[in-house]
DNA sequence: GAAAAGTTGAACTGCCCGGTTCATCTTTTC
DNA sequence: GAAAAGATGAACCGGGCAGTTCAACTTTTC
């Protein structure tokens, strides 16, 4: 992380345009965002912007990896640990809950799905960094587990997948969609405890 | 369904337009999408477009709306039966993993996320034709199931999300964000066993 | 068969936006 | 403190697109 090992930045606002760009790209998408739009937000000239990225897509992919690696280390602290399945789990289902109802992790969603066509990579690059870590981690604590005793799984991928995909039940469509109102700690709780005693009817060993 | 109970429509070649513009909005979404491009691909003159609806807008709101409908009308044929769960279930996951890795519904939900901001009564308009209807039909089946003694469910409202969800492990992700190949007969039949494999463990009748 | 209704194509307006240029100003560096 | 590097802002270009207009043409209607 020394300071020249970057081949693109040079000069002194570099990150105040990347903070910027990434504030209206996430306020507008990308090709709501303009480029003037990005330059004011940034306290930056336009020539400015232009003598960093060549244009405005270069400057976009940049934002996003930028953005997914930052989301991607400081969300890899906790690790799986040795209390009972269902503290495990729980926390596990309450820290991805958090994380797709959060502003951040709607928008980049959005993003990527809005702009997945245009660019490719992008949703590899956000699933690389996010989704993938997240069930490489469950993966990991399944094994743990199996070999303790306290779960049975054949299939350890698609248990993991399945988990985070119960974890969305009811709040993803209401938040994709803009079904009924805010989402209530109340309902969070509902859909947490819900996949967690699903998941563990199926692969939780008895007693 | 007389001929004269919509107060837009005057003219022949309505539907024209309508399917036109419905080409060119699932290939290009909206901002994507020009409005001359609709017009040449409907066969029809940007002139006799615009006397039609006052603006794109309108226009694409319009075809959402329809293709929702049609969408809703035609596959609500298929009823809940007195067969096995297993069965029933396993018919039910088949049709719903059939719909969202549909070339359609894969479009439409692009386009709802992509535009929500844009069009916030679109996505709700898509959930109610799609998804809620899925959903209720699910909710009637349950209890049917309940009263037959072949489930048991408290909050099935939940359990209906819960199994759409388990249907979308791995398959949604990878569609989406573009990982992993085309998705195999393979693939979908492993999802589909796994969700209903998960969903009788929790809610099945013992025996 | 003539009037009315509908359709056409093409040109045109106005706007926004991505990207460039440049003369001038500020900061860094030694 | 002067040269070099970086930053400025405002003007400008070119292109694409939504939406308008209109005179000529086609279809419907009675």
């Given at each position: 992380?020394?300071?020249?090992?970057?081949?693109?930045?040079?000069?002194r606002?570099?990150?105040?345009?990347?903070?910027?760009?990434?504030e209206?790209?996430?306020?507008?998408?990308?090709?709501?965002?303009?480029?003037?739009?990005?330059?004011?937000?940034?306290?930056?000239?336009?020539?400015?912007?232009?003598?960093?990225?060549?244009?405005?897509?270069?400057?976009?992919?940049?934002?996003?990896?930028?953005?997914?690696?930052?989301?991607?280390?400081?969300?890899?602290?906790?690790?799986?640990?040795?209390a009972?399945?269902?503290?495990?789990?729980?926390?596990?289902?309450?820290?991805?809950?958090?994380?797709?109802l959060?502003?951040?992790?709607?928008?980049?969603?959005?993003?990527?799905?809005?702009?997945?066509?245009?660019?490719?990579?992008?949703?590899?690059?956000?699933?690389?960094?996010?989704?993938?870590?997240a069930?490489?981690?469950?993966?990991?604590?399944?094994?743990?587990?199996?070999?303790?005793?306290?779960?049975?799984?054949?299939?350890?991928?698609?248990?993991?997948?399945?988990?985070?995909?119960l974890?969305?039940?009811?709040?993803?469509?209401?938040?994709?969609?803009?079904?009924?109102?805010?989402?209530s700690?109340?309902?969070?709780?509902?859909?947490?405890?819900?996949?967690?005693?699903?998941?563990?009817?199926?692969?939780?060993?008895?007693?």
């Amino acid at each position: 992380m020394n300071a020249a090992n970057q081949e693109i930045k040079r000069g002194r606002k570099y990150g105040q345009v990347l903070n910027g760009a990434w504030e209206v790209f996430r306020r507008d998408g990308f090709e709501g965002a303009s480029v003037d739009d990005i330059a004011r937000e940034s306290g930056v000239s336009k020539a400015t912007l232009y003598s960093y990225f060549p244009d405005k897509r270069l400057l976009f992919l940049e934002v996003a990896k930028g953005e997914c690696c930052r989301q991607a280390t400081e969300s890899s602290d906790l690790i799986p640990c040795k209390a009972a399945p269902v503290t495990v789990l729980t926390g596990a289902a309450t820290r991805m809950v958090d994380f797709f109802l959060s502003d951040f992790g709607m928008r980049v969603f959005r993003i990527c799905v809005a702009e997945s066509d245009r660019f490719p990579e992008l949703g590899r690059e956000f699933y690389r960094n996010g989704p993938a870590l997240a069930r490489a981690r469950l993966v990991d604590y399944f094994h743990e587990a199996e070999a303790r005793g306290e779960l049975r799984i054949t299939d350890k991928d698609l248990a993991a997948d399945q988990f985070a995909e119960l974890c969305k039940a009811d709040l993803f469509s209401r938040l994709v969609f803009g079904i009924g109102g805010p989402i209530s700690a109340e309902d969070r709780a509902r859909v947490i405890t819900g996949a967690v005693e699903t998941f563990l009817a199926r692969y939780g060993v008895a007693g």
